[in-house]
Nanobody, 122 residues
């Protein structure tokens, strides 16, 4: 069983930055690929970024490439999403999720956090 808790969301002006964190309660965090997802009002949840178990490979959707950076610290059982140059269209609830063994850009992850709200104002 993996428990995930996100933090770091908030209200930010367009062009600003936020860093999301996801803390995992599991003994074998390094066994899990991790993903960040988001769901805007009235829209489906979508994959945003993913990172493999070692942290050596990362994946992004086109709309966040060059602005968002996913990273992980297996010693701290944590994954992060650094979000720069935020846009209004980045407004959503952001979720982290875990699965074994590899990153996939779909919703087929086994464990999910409760989400953290990110609101970007103009």
């Amino acid at each position: 069983q993996v428990q995930l808790v996100e933090s770091g969301g908030g209200l930010v002006q367009a062009g600003g930055s936020l860093r999301l964190s996801c803390a995992a309660s599991v003994r074998t965090f390094a066994n899990y690929a991790m993903g960040w997802f988001r769901q805007a009002p009235g829209k489906e949840r979508e994959f945003v970024a993913g990172i493999n178990r070692s942290g050596g490979s990362t994946f992004y959707i086109d709309s966040v490439k060059g602005r968002f950076t996913i990273s992980r610290d297996n010693a701290k059982n944590a994954v992060y999403l650094q979000m720069n140059s935020l846009k209004r269209e980045d407004t959503a609830v952001y979720y982290c999720a875990a699965r074994e063994p590899r990153v996939i850009p779909t919703l087929k992850y086994d464990y999910w956090g409760q989400g953290t709200q990110v609101t970007v104002s103009s």
